[in-house]
């Protein structure tokens, strides 16, 4: 299968803050990737090195096979880009930048495109500058929708959308990729929006290291234990057997990708003894126990 995303060794660096180092991780045509971790681990900045609007200390990256920082312009056409903060020429009109946008995609669907902005139930003369920031938001993804890119690249959709319009936007989603020839790499901060959307995810922790997993995979292995502190004085700390520890009040939550024997028994050989409980988690519950609360 071919691979539409190469990031490999990849190094960046703001000032002496390293944000990545010896990155690497391939994205598969056809797939729909979630990139998730905690603010200021580097998502947005590694979409501009992906877009080639910065430059990494070293390493490579590919888009469609092209060097990322020389993209031709038919590749950057097959390329849907959604940043953080939406964006528009707020100066024209709805239909204004329909016809703007339309000269610079061959694959151009307006139908697609006013599908979704006739929802807002505004004249196409509206100025989009007089639009709130959730109506603006909703214009730039009917943009992206019809540039019918093979790739989508979105930088946290959600921004200013409420529950209904981004329930719509992932339907929108769901069928854009139901033929399996589109790709998608989505970061979101409404993580429950990928639980049933996503098949692949790759956890970002800062200084560069990755976990990617299918999430199928991910939500079978990963799991949550708790027990009471005042049965066992010792709390564990994370180790090769247990990848986090949360403490809320008397109840310790334990994170591991291994079975709650195997946890158990870990514990043991450490002199604490404690009975665990297996608690069950959404996708937000497993993002935060394997990332920390902070």
Request: hydrophobic share 40%; charged share 25%.
């Amino acid at each position: 299968m071919e691979n539409v995303i190469e990031v490999e060794n990849l190094a960046h660096r703001y000032g002496k803050r390293s944000i990545y180092e010896d990155l690497s991780f391939s994205v598969p045509a056809g797939k729909i990737f979630g990139l998730l971790g905690k603010n200021g681990v580097g998502k947005t900045t590694l979409i501009k090195i992906l877009m080639g609007f910065m430059r990494p200390a070293s390493g490579r990256c590919r888009v469609f096979g092209e060097n990322s920082h020389n993209l031709s312009p038919a590749t950057r056409a097959r390329i849907g880009l959604l940043f953080e903060g939406h964006l528009a020429y707020d100066f024209m009109t709805i239909a204004q930048i329909e016809r703007f946008y339309a000269a610079f995609y061959p694959q151009w669907d307006r139908r697609v495109y006013y599908d979704l902005v006739d929802r807002l139930g505004l004249e196409k003369d509206h100025m989009i500058r007089n639009m709130s920031c959730g109506q603006r938001s909703q214009v730039v993804l009917g943009l992206i929708f019809a540039q019918m890119p093979d790739l989508m690249i979105l930088d946290d959709y959600s921004m200013g959308l409420d529950a209904g319009y981004r329930r719509l936007f992932l339907d929108y989603l769901r069928e854009y990729t139901s033929d399996g020839a589109k790709t998608v790499f989505i970061t979101s901060h409404v993580v429950l929006d990928l639980e049933q959307l996503v098949d692949e995810v790759i956890f970002l922790e800062r200084g560069g290291a990755i976990h990617q997993t299918s999430l199928s995979d991910f939500r079978t292995r990963f799991k949550q234990y708790q027990f009471r502190k005042n049965g066992c004085p010792n709390i564990p700390e994370k180790d090769h057997v247990i990848r986090n520890v949360e403490i809320f009040g008397d109840t310790v939550s334990l994170y591991s990708f291994q079975s709650r024997e195997t946890v158990e028994a870990h514990m043991q050989s450490m002199g604490m003894a404690a009975e665990l409980t297996r608690v069950e988690m959404n996708l937000e519950d497993a993002f935060v126990g394997f990332t920390g609360r902070y």
